[in-house]
């Protein structure tokens, strides 16, 4: 016999939210970004909200990349790319770089 195994979760966003990329920037967890503009990170085993990052770009987040363990890169319609500490837990980039910033 066959047993498949299913996890469905609203992954802490608001009702209509659709997810974006999805990696493992960590043993047991994934990091989410979301149309609500946020990047979740979270228990891969329960889909629990470890942590939460909101309004990660201005104009709405784009791509999500794996930079090393435990830094995340994003991109935003802003022209911005943002390096997150998935394990920080105070919500702010480690680095912002944008247009004429580098």
Do not use: C
């Not at 992954?11 to 043993?27: C, F, L, N, W």
């Not at 791509?63 to 997150?84: C, H, M, N, Q, Y």
């Amino acid at each position: 016999m066959l047993f498949t195994t299913h996890l469905s979760s609203t992954i802490g966003a608001p009702q209509g939210t659709y997810h974006y990329d999805i990696v493992s920037p960590e043993p047991g967890s994934l990091a989410i970004t979301s149309s609500d503009d946020s990047l979740r990170i979270v228990d891969s085993g329960n889909l629990s909200v470890i942590r939460e990052f909101k309004n990660t770009h201005k104009d709405g987040v784009t791509s999500l990349k794996i930079v090393e363990p435990f830094f995340v890169a994003t991109a935003g319609r802003d022209g911005t790319t943002k390096i997150w500490d998935v394990r920080s837990a105070d919500g702010k980039e480690v680095v912002k770089l944008g247009k004429g910033k580098l």
